[in-house]
Structures are given as C-alpha cells and as structure tokens.
C-alpha cells in the first residue's frame, strides 16, 4: 500500500519522464470536472483534498520510500508532483467553463498550468531549489509546493483577466 500511495497508485512507476506522470493525475481530474460541468467549489475542493491528501503521503512516507529506493528523493516517488500541480491548478479551478470563459480557453488555462509547474519542477530556479535540503521528506515535497505556488500565480493572472 505504501509504494501505490508514494508512486500515485504506479504513475511513478511508468517509465520516462514519472514526474510527468504523476502530474498528470491533477490535471486529469480538472479536466474531467470541466467536461462533466462540476462546480467550481467541488473542484476546488478536491484540489485541496489531492494537495492535503499527497503532502501527508510524500512527508509521513519518506523514511519508508528512502529506504526502499535506497535514495533521499526518487523519481518514482510522485506524490510531490501531485501536490504541487494541484496548487498550480488552483489558479484556474475557480473559474467555470461555459459561464466566465469558454470551454477552450479553460483547457487552455489549465495545460498552461500543467506546462507551467513542470518547467519550473525541472529547472527549480533559487528557492525552489534550495528548497530541496529540507529534511524529513519536507525538501522532496518543497520543491514541488513553491513550483505550483509559483506555476498558480502565473496562471491566475491571465484567468483573472479572461474570467
């Protein structure tokens, strides 16, 4: 159980690229929220229940993962990524399709969102990266909170300004 919930339920363990894997878990349900015209506050919602829900994993699970991959932050680990896109998804899961923009422009919101947070999860600009030291499995969640704080902000701007 502990490795389906470190790995996402084995997006981690897909191979190439398993961050984008497991970033790809948030940006599905929003999608499928907007398809199935579920409320902005239910999306909302389960956003913060994936960022809650993921953190706790990615934090209380790091001895255990450390230990079974034999290293500090493994790429199979995904659960990281799962927080940080679902903050960066936040910027944009306020707004509903249809009514406040269309339906393209919404997608569009949020696989700019999705692009957004994994470059800044790959090239980790100063603090992101200086982030990463943070022990107890904090600096394997860190990075990827201050990447979707960051991507959030960027993709709040222009739905603010379409919305």
């Not at 948030?26 to 499928?32: H, I, K």
Request: a negative charge.
């Amino acid at each position: 159980m502990k490795l389906l919930l470190c790995t996402s339920f084995g997006l981690g363990l897909l191979p190439k690229a398993p961050g984008t894997w497991g970033s790809l878990a948030p940006l599905f349900v929003v999608l499928c929220c907007g398809h199935f015209a579920v409320s902005p506050l239910w999306l909302i919602c389960l956003l913060a229940f994936l960022l809650l829900a993921s953190s706790i994993v990615t934090v209380q699970l790091a001895p255990w993962y450390e230990a079974h991959f034999g290293q500090k932050d493994p790429g199979q680990v995904v659960s990281d990524e799962v927080a940080g896109q679902s903050i960066a998804l936040l910027g944009m899961a306020w707004l509903e399709p249809s009514n406040q923009v269309s339906p393209a422009i919404w997608i569009g919101l949020a696989l700019y969102a999705f692009a957004l947070f994994r470059l800044f999860d790959i090239w980790k600009p100063w603090i992101i990266d200086k982030s990463q030291h943070l022990r107890a499995g904090w600096g394997v969640l860190a990075d990827d909170l201050l990447a979707g704080i960051i991507a959030g902000i960027l993709v709040l701007i222009p739905a603010l300004l379409l919305g």
